[in-house]
């Protein structure tokens, strides 16, 4: 039993598209028209929903064309003005618009203003970033070896231009013997003016870019695995410390980490996270939700295939610096845009405006996709969390 459709000629804003429920709260129904639509062109997509009697909008109402969902832009009451923008391809479906009304026994939209307007070529933010992948080097290095180390890979790194360049966890004994280092606790140092920083600083303020490392650090009398941050002049920026410690690293006395912060550089919004972290999703949702656009992840281990899951489930990209597997750039989408196995670098350009997480180009983490039951979704701001915290107190 579809809802009921009924067209209502006034109203303020102009003709209404009423759709109404009739008791059954798995009836679905929409109201559709044709657009005229380019292809290779770029649409500005808007509607607007009158609400009543309806609990959950996001489950219940829901617009799109040609495959793209319209996200609520804002609210005044009960009413929800939807819009998207959108470039049309060969691969999207029939050029529709449709207005949907679902899971609701009594509730009623009346759709209003649906508008599809051709606009120019968006000009999108695009950032350039390198990652490095430290390989076993000929004979072991000393410290200062390894230093010297880091400071030739930036200086090549920075032929390519990057808005960021992202080094591996512990790159300060990367290819160092452990007779040299004499263990992680013993080779932590200061942050953020200890021999490495100095280097990490030097090189981001020649070359005009960020710096991102991850070392041991020593702060009073605890050992953290960090991740550090330094801007374009050279200027320290912040910090990340890992979370999720491995057996070793409890067994070695390291301090856990308790924050998830959130850098905003010039170019992107930014979070990292290190090594074992990788393996909870909750740290890659939790920082999604920040709207961090690149995840950072020095590592020295790890598994490629969780760095795309990441990547796809947030809808987000993701940038591995590593030490074992290689060091990878992956897009929103999951797809892998560059690699290096060796002792290299890899280099891609992000578009940071427009990222596709899926075929239905669901296009953000913190609406979700459309017409799925807000229990089900599993989002951090959901009620749902707070019963399962209820539950798991008692």
């Known amino acids: 039993m579809a809802p009921v459709h009924r067209f209502e000629p006034g109203g303020e804003d102009g003709p209404r598209l009423i759709l109404e429920g009739t008791g059954d709260r798995h009836a679905i ?16 997509a808007s509607v607007t929903a009158h609400l009543e009697r309806i609990e959950h909008p996001a489950l219940s109402v829901f617009a799109q064309v040609a495959k ?15 819009g998207r923008l959108f470039r049309f ?12 009304l679902k899971a609701t026994e009594h ?29 076993e080097p000929a004979i072991p290095l000393t410290l ?13 790194a ?54 991102l490392c991850g070392l041991a650090e020593r702060r009073g009398k605890h050992v953290f695995n960090t991740a ?29 980490g308790e924050n998830y912060p959130v850098f905003d550089l010039d170019f992107a919004r930014i979070g990292i996270h290190i090594c074992y972290d990788e393996w909870f999703p909750e740290v890659a949702r939790t920082y999604a939700h920040q709207g961090v656009e690149i995840l950072f992840l020095p590592v020295m281990g790890g598994k490629p ?24 750039i992956i897009d929103s989408s999951g797809m892998i845009l560059a690699e290096t196995h060796g002792d290299g670098i890899a280099c891609a350009d992000l578009n940071l405006d427009w990222r596709e997480t899926n075929v239905y180009k669901d296009p953000t983490l913190s609406y979700g996709m459309p017409g799925i039951a807000p229990g089900m979704r599993m989002t951090l701001d959901d009620r749902l969390l707070d019963d399962l915290h209820r539950l798991l107190k008692d």
């Open 228 to 256: 550090v941050l330094f801007d374009r002049a050279g200027q320290f920026t912040g910090q990340y410390d890992k979370t999720h410690l491995t057996f070793g690293e409890l067994t070695a006395r390291l301090s856990c």
């Open 158 to 211: 920075e032929k390519l231009e990057p808005d960021i360049v992202a080094l591996t966890e512990v790159a300060p004994v990367m290819g160092v013997s452990p007779e040299e280092h004499g263990g992680f606790v013993a080779s932590a140092e200061a942050v953020p003016n200890g021999p490495t920083c100095r280097v990490l600083a030097e090189a981001a303020k020649k070359h005009n870019m960020y710096v």
């Open 68 to 82: 793209h969902f319209l996200v609520p832009e804002s609210t005044d009451g009960n009413t929800i003005h939807l």
């Open 89 to 100: 391809g060969n691969e999207d479906s029939a050029p529709d618009m449709e207005l949907y």
């Open 305 to 328: 295939i969780t760095w795309r899951t990441r990547a796809l489930d947030n809808g987000i990209y993701f940038v591995s610096a590593s030490s074992n597997p290689p060091s990878m």
């Open 29 to 44: 129904g929409c109201w559709r028209g044709p657009v005229e639509l380019k292809e290779g062109r770029w649409y500005r």
């Open 144 to 156: 200062q070896g390894q230093r010297s180390r880091i400071a030739g890979k930036l200086e090549q």
């Open 107 to 135: 509730g009623r939209a009346a759709w209003s203003a649906p508008n599809v307007t051709e606009v120019p070529s968006p000009d999108f933010r695009i950032a350039r970033v390198a990652t490095v992948r430290m390989g």
